[in-house]
């Protein structure tokens, strides 16, 4: 996996152009997928492709991440998926219901399925094991948290986990979580000569599980929006994350360090050998 980190305009545009050029131009045909974090992203690298091969270009598919794991996810029938928020407050407000409504805490939630229904996403997002982090929590874990409350919240993610495996419906969150399962038989991902994310500042745990298992398959270039300033410490957790993939593929305990494009000499041309031999 490779890495390129630097501000989004121009650094970190130029460095797609000339990444996306070089691929076609190595092999026009080779099946080529840009992961981008939404449509707009995804539609503006379509324009920048473009513009640095004017005449077009085969073999290359442009995604949103939810879309790019949508693809994976449909290869395999199995389930309900349901992206309409409906059918899942109703379900939950029937967990609720059942096992909550005179719940200290959730109790309080009594016909607010919406706020619930968030969390519950945000948990699934998260890949949080419910039982897990339940027994975490009894053995003094996770610190300082509001042990009633969380342990209701974590008991209603785990009832409302099981009705929907029960009923076989998979929610948004599901979707990347099980593309994440079915990368490394996926028909699409061993396709894929070369992937190419661009612009995710942050994963959650799924998408971070989704990109680990695609660069298994295949050859993968991150471009990182990140600057070496306070104001970009929201990104330090995702650049911790890659850091330590690239360490687990190397099997090397240095130091890694990321450098802007063309911010050393003869860059990406030169390999200068500074061993010292007796």
Do not use: C
């Not at 390129?4 to 130029?14: D, I, N, T, W």
């Not at 993610?157 to 490394?184: G, N, Q, T, Y």
């Amino acid at each position: 996996m490779r890495i390129v980190a630097g501000p989004f305009r121009p650094s970190l545009e130029k460095a797609f152009q000339e990444s996306f050029a070089r691929l076609r131009k190595a092999d026009p045909l080779a099946p080529l997928a840009v992961v981008a974090p939404s449509g707009r992203v995804a539609d503006r690298l379509k324009r920048l492709a473009l513009d640095v091969l004017p005449n077009g270009f085969a073999g290359a598919r442009f995604y949103n991440l939810f879309s790019f794991a949508r693809a994976i996810y449909d290869e395999e029938p199995g389930g309900r998926l349901l992206l309409d928020d409906l059918v899942p407050k109703r379900l939950l407000s029937a967990v609720h219901r059942r096992h909550y409504a005179g719940e200290t805490y959730l109790g309080r939630a009594a016909g607010s399925p919406g706020p619930l229904l968030r969390a519950m996403d945000e948990l699934k997002s998260a890949n949080v094991d419910p039982d897990g982090a339940i027994a975490a929590m009894a053995e003094g874990h996770l610190g300082d948290l509001e042990t009633p409350k969380l342990s209701e919240l974590l008991g209603l993610h785990k009832r409302f986990s099981e009705e929907l495996r029960r009923r076989k419906i998979h929610l948004r969150p599901d979707v990347v979580r099980l593309a994440a399962d079915r990368a490394e038989r996926s028909a699409l991902v061993g396709s894929l000569k070369h992937v190419l994310y661009y612009g995710f500042y942050d994963l959650d745990q799924n998408q971070m599980d989704l990109l680990e298992k695609v660069r298994r398959r295949t050859d993968v270039t991150v471009f990182f929006p990140y600057r070496k300033h306070p104001d970009w410490a929201f990104g330090k957790g995702l650049l911790e994350a890659l850091v330590s993939s690239i360490r687990e593929v190397t099997k090397l305990r240095g130091e890694v360090e990321l450098v802007f494009p063309g911010s050393l000499p003869n860059d990406g041309k030169v390999i200068e050998d500074l061993r010292k031999y007796a």
